[in-house]
């Protein structure tokens, strides 16, 4: 059985089922889903390719960020990096390779977590990351170690988009749990194109999406809209206008308060393209659902089922508020440039340009950095959510992402 036919069959079950549904079985389902498949799709050579794939560098200047991350929480032993949606492992080796090169003090305290979902993603890490999960440095789950059971996450995400990593498995115990699921040791929480590939509910004047089978074929249909879906609008995003949609992103909420609830000294950063409410408002990053296949960007998400990504883009408004509702503080969102510059300045960005001998190496490099901050590649599209808590607000405000500028002034 295809995965069209399996949703087909789902459909004619329980009747059109929701958007968020349909994306959800499209990406994830166990045998069938995209991410179920080779991790072939990932890359320049695939269907799309995340910061890791341009250059090491964006996993350097994080490394960078999280030593001082590390060192703002007095410097602790064990130190737990929980990254969500890992992909092939590039951003964890460039973090692991980085820091014992550069860090020593950090890597000694290193323990990076792997939450992949993917099986064969699962595989792939293993491969990676041979060294350091051969040294105990590296560990991988498919979910989050249990809490009390009541807030694992049922969907993991991405790197995906133009981009993509999705979530993995990891045998270290995340400390001790305390109740409710927090975790009692310091941790740093990572997510770089994870929430883009979330399901969400689509909307319009007409109602909440429906997708429905006729003539062998998938159709759309409306149904009233539920009030946690109004809700959102209201508080997050916008009422469509006539011939406009937007999305609900609740999945996406219920992740971050997750993450949130595991978070009880430490800090989470996501990193994704995406929009605030104010830039909604202004009539922009309405109606972002896309898929991607073999780096060819196409609004139709129904033509291959399984076969293609599906992304939408992040509401960092609603983000933040999520956090922020469970007790982390949170920072401005950030652009990624203004992020990797605030972090890359204080040394001219010289993790970027260390192994280049060359001057064609170094050219070559720049043009791979260029495109990681500036606004013609990722840097503007990209934003950047940094939140804490039981960290001192001061040491925060004077990490290096969040200084871009500052140190002139």
């Keep these: 059985m295809s995965l069209r036919q399996k949703i087909e069959q789902e459909i004619r079950q329980r009747g059109p089922i929701p958007f968020s549904r349909y994306m959800e079985m499209c990406l994830y389902d166990p045998e069938l889903g995209y991410y179920s498949g080779h991790a072939e799709k990932f890359g320049k050579g695939g269907d799309f390719y995340t910061s890791s794939d341009v250059h090491a560098v964006f996993g350097r200047l994080l490394t960078r960020q999280f030593d001082e991350m590390w060192r703002a929480l007095g410097s602790p032993e064990p130190m737990e990096v929980v990254e969500l949606g890992p992909g092939r ?3 964890a080796r460039d973090v692991l390779d980085w820091s014992e090169k550069k860090f020593p003090d950090f890597f000694r305290a290193l323990e990076y977590r792997l939450v992949e979902r993917s099986a064969s993603l699962g595989r792939r890490l293993e491969t990676t990351l041979e060294q350091h999960v051969a040294s105990g440095k590296a560990r991988g789950d498919g979910q989050w170690p249990e809490g009390d ?23 270290s115990n995340l400390k001790e749990m305390r109740k409710g699921g927090a975790c009692a ?3 740093i929480v990572f997510a770089n194109e994870f929430f883009d590939a979330l399901p969400v509910e689509v909307l319009s004047e007409e109602g909440s999406l429906r997708v429905d089978v006729r003539d062998g074929r998938f159709v759309e249909a409306w149904a009233p809209a539920s009030v946690a879906e109004l809700e959102f609008l209201d508080r997050y995003g916008v009422r469509p206008e006539t011939g406009e949609r937007v999305e609900a992103p609740l999945a996406a909420l219920a992740e971050m308060k997750r993450i949130a609830n595991r978070v009880e000294h430490g800090f989470a950063v996501i990193i994704d393209y995406g929009y605030t409410r104010d830039e909604q408002l202004a009539g922009r990053h309405r109606g972002t659902i896309m898929s991607y296949r073999q780096h060819q960007a196409s609004a139709n998400p129904y033509t291959a089922p399984g076969e293609q990504d599906l ?12 956090a922020r509702q469970q007790g982390l503080r949170t920072q401005k969102v950030l652009t990624q440039s203004k992020f990797l510059m605030g972090i890359g300045e204080a040394n001219q960005f010289a993790d970027a340009f260390e192994q280049c001998r060359l001057p064609q190496e170094r050219a070559k490099v720049a043009l791979q950095l260029k495109h990681l901050i500036t606004p013609a590649g990722m840097g503007e599209t990209f934003h950047v959510l940094v939140t804490s808590k039981g960290v001192n607000q001061g040491d925060v405000r004077n990490l290096s992402g969040l200084s871009f500028g500052k140190r002139r002034a």
Excluded: M
Excluded at 149 to 171: C, K, V, Y
Excluded at 314 to 322: I, P, Q, R, S, Y
């Design 311 to 322: 992304t939408a883009h992040v509401n960092f408004t609603a983000l933040a508020a999520a």
């Design 149 to 171: 059971g009541r807030d694992a996450p049922r969907s993991t995400g991405s790197g995906g988009g133009s981009g993509g990593g999705r979530a993995r498995r990891s045998a």
């Design 185 to 187: 040791g310091p941790l």
């Design 89 to 91: 492992g590039l951003f």
